[in-house]
T-cell receptor, first 113, second 112 residues
Framework: GAGVSQSPSNKVTEKGKDVELRCDPI?????LYWYRQSLGQGLEFLIY????????KSGLPSDRFSAERTGGSVSTLTIQRTQQEDSAVYLC???????????FGPGTRLLVL | SQQGEEDPQALSIQEGENATMNCSYK?????LQWYRQNSGRGLVHLIL?????REKHSGRLRVTLDTSKKSSSLLITASRAADTASYFC????????????FGTGTQLKVEL
């Protein structure tokens, strides 16, 4: 079946603009995760959804970052008033409830000029 | 924050040789996983070892886990050019709710 998909693949934006990143998890996966990979910080956890609820938002770096998930499926990560330090690859992963293995999408490469 | 440190940071070997990467972590874990990443994009799950396991095999991969030393190693035997990638260990921390904490990664280059 289809894997995790993310869109857009690449996004270039100007500092101060808002961006939305989309993740389509594997069908039937109730858990969804967002991670960020940047040069200075490596791979870091942002937020975790179980269904439409986000029991762990501890990795969101500031209140400019938010995420939602609707219908237990698609998730959107929104970054408001982007800054240059937001430039990174944003990775989404999904899994079955409490499953140990996460399946990653190809990521969205964000460049803030 | 990074849970794990991996070494070496970079490794270059000839095709057919074995590649060994090491990962150290800091706190109690449920399991440790290894992922591969090509060209800085999506991560591919390779193998998982639980905290009560010491060694696991999958094809040309062998993983060991030493919880007393809080360390793991990934051995790729008979490497191929197609194994060229970055390899990351990731820990599922006890009480962490399944989120993964990644190591710093090892860049492996396998030359023909």
């Amino acid at each position: 079946g289809a894997g995790v998909s993310q869109s857009p693949s690449n996004k270039v934006t100007e500092k101060g603009k808002d961006v939305e990143l989309r993740c389509d998890p594997i069908s039937g996966h109730t858990a969804l995760y967002w991670y960020r990979q940047s040069l200075g910080q490596g791979l870091e956890f942002l937020i975790y959804f179980q269904g439409n609820s986000a029991p762990d938002k501890s990795g969101l770096p500031s209140d400019r970052f938010s995420a939602e998930r609707t219908g237990g499926s698609v998730s959107t990560l929104t970054i408001q008033r982007t800054q240059q330090e937001d430039s990174a690859v944003y990775l989404c992963a999904s899994s079955h409830f409490n499953a140990e293995t996460q399946y990653f999408g190809p990521g969205t490469r964000l460049l803030v000029l | 924050s990074q849970q794990g440190e991996e070494d070496p940071q970079a490794l270059s070997i000839q095709e057919g040789e074995n590649a060994t990467m090491n990962c150290s972590y800091k706190t109690s874990i449920n399991n440790l996983q290894w992922y591969r990443q090509n060209s800085g994009r999506g991560l591919v799950h390779l193998i998982l070892i639980r905290s009560n396991e010491r060694e696991k095999h999958s094809g040309r991969l062998r993983v060991t886990l030493d919880t007393s030393k809080k360390s793991s190693s990934l051995l790729i035997t008979a490497s191929r050019a197609a194994d060229t990638a970055s390899y990351f260990c990731a820990t599922d921390l006890t009480g962490g709710g399944n989120k993964l904490t990644f190591g710093t990664g090892t860049q492996l280059k396998v030359e023909l």
